[in-house]
């Protein structure tokens, strides 16, 4: 069974950091593209960073120049480093993963999510 565990949350100052990281585990043949989206109080929860099977990323608009993501292929991990904090940031960070546990299909998978708190 695929697992996704987030770690690495907290309570932050505003303009300070934080690293997110989100490791699979489980039986699993292959991990494909790797996310993070966020869902703060009362709204829909939205797409972060992108990070491609290669490498490739994308950024919402509202993080680009603050948050960098990347990936760890041999440790089935990803990352978000989070600079320059707001407390619009404050928001449950999820990791989604593409998953395939065999050689077949391939599936979505979510982590149970992590809080991000931005606040003085």
């Known amino acids: 069974q695929v697992q996704l565990v987030e770690s690495g949350g907290g309570l932050v100052q505003p303009g300070g950091s934080l690293r997110l990281s989100c490791a699979a585990s489980?039986?699993?043949?292959?991990?494909?593209?790797m996310d993070w989206y966020r869902q703060a109080p009362g709204k829909q929860r939205e797409l972060v960073a992108h990070?491609?099977?290669?490498?490739?990323?994308n950024y919402a608009d509202s993080v680009k120049g603050r948050f960098t993501i990347s990936r760890d292929n041999a440790k089935k991990m990803v990352n978000l480093q989070m600079n320059s904090l707001k407390p619009e940031d404050t928001a449950v960070y999820y990791c989604?993963?593409?998953?395939?546990?065999?050689?077949?299909?391939?599936?979505?998978?979510w982590g149970q999510g992590t809080q991000v708190t931005v606040s003085s």
């Open positions: 989604h993963a593409t998953i395939s546990p065999t050689l077949g299909p391939a599936y979505d998978y």
């Open positions: 990070i491609s099977t290669v490498g490739g990323t």
């Open positions: 489980g039986s699993i043949f292959r991990v494909y593209a």
